[in-house]
């Protein structure tokens, strides 16, 4: 059996949560430029859970404000110098 991913899922999958469970959760993503469009990656896998229910690998803005009207905190990963270089 085939399932497409859809991007509405999120939407199913946050109903079966509770929204107590969801307001101390904090994910953590990083913005990359991607030949010059700016791109939201997940870090750690909750992030990560959240992009594979939306159906990609990135997280749009549009995906993120879900995610922040849950309740969940998103947190850019902090970027040092070492990184730039």
């Known amino acids: 059996m085939n399932f497409s991913p859809c991007p509405l899922s999120i939407y199913k999958w946050a109903l079966l949560l509770t929204t107590q469970g969801l307001q ?45 009207s849950l309740g969940v905190e998103v947190a850019l990963k902090p970027t040092t110098l070492e990184s730039l270089l």
């Open 24 to 68: 101390s959760m904090q994910i953590i993503v990083e913005q990359k430029s991607v030949y010059g469009t700016d791109k939201i990656y997940p870090v750690c896998k909750q992030a990560a859970m959240f992009a594979a229910i939306a159906g990609t690998t990135t997280l749009t803005p549009a995906t993120v404000k879900l995610i922040q």
